[in-house]
């Protein structure tokens, strides 16, 4: 089978599943996140059937995590996208391969960079997921993300901190401004594929210049070089 006729079989339950999501984790994003990961599948190789489906299955823990109003785990999910995987002729291997990504997704590590040494597929699945956190898109995500989660706008008694690793938290930032220099901006310089970084440089710049405006309009500041 195509993996189109793969993506035909699953989309009635995952459209279901994710029709009610207002946090930007719809199936527009998962539609975009495959978009990317097969594009960048098509440059640095990796096997397309498990790129695909796990880039359009990856976030069924947020979903989860919205009915059970705690954080769920990527791992909780797996039993759940084993079930709707099932529905297809998936070879147990296949399907091994794909609930990998989805497990490993947001595990960035990127402080001691262990996350090189995953296979190509679940890189892959990363760096697509991160591309759409990024650019004019990530930011209206960001924003519905907040909104969402109640997380405020921005709180100017708070410093914004710009260390330079990252790691993934379960809880909620300070601020939807803060996450955009706590994590969105580090995200570039931390794709794992060179074809990520390629894309993602534009839509870092764009995304900077764009907070850099919001904040210079919010709190008037009258040194705008400490928000490079």
């Known amino acids: 089978m195509k993996l189109e006729e793969y993506i035909s079989i699953l989309k009635p339950e995952v459209e279901k599943m994710f029709e009610s999501d207002k946090s930007g984790h ?11 990961a097969l594009l960048l599948q098509k440059h640095v190789g990796g096997d397309e059937i498990i790129v695909g489906i796990a880039a359009y299955l990856h976030d069924v823990h947020r979903i989860m995590q919205q009915h059970l109003g705690r954080y769920v785990s990527p791992k909780e999910s797996l039993p759940t996208i084993e079930k709707m995987l099932a529905k297809t002729n998936l070879t147990k291997e296949q399907t091994n391969q794909i609930l990998h990504c989805i497990e490993m997704h947001e595990v960035y590590n990127w402080h001691d960079q262990t996350n090189k040494e995953e296979n190509i ?11 759409d956190a990024i650019g004019a898109v990530g930011v209206i995500r960001a ?23 990252y ?4 809880g909620n930032e300070e601020s939807t401004i803060h996450h955009f220099y706590h994590k969105l901006f580090k995200l570039g310089k931390n794709m794992n ?9 534009k839509r870092i710049k764009f995304m900077k210049k764009f907070v850099k405006q919001l904040l210079l309009s919010l709190i008037h500041i009258s040194e705008p070089t400490r928000l490079q």
């Open 26 to 36: 719809d199936t527009s994003h998962l539609k975009r996140t495959m978009h990317n």
């Open 121 to 131: 597929e679940t890189l892959i699945l990363q760096d697509a997921d991160n591309l």
């Open 143 to 165: 924003f519905n993300y907040g909104a969402a989660n109640n997380i405020p706008f921005f709180d100017e008694k708070i410093p914004i901190k710009t260390a330079d690793d």
């Open 167 to 170: 790691q993934e938290k379960h």
């Open 193 to 201: 594929t060179k074809y990520a970084k390629h894309i993602a440089k």
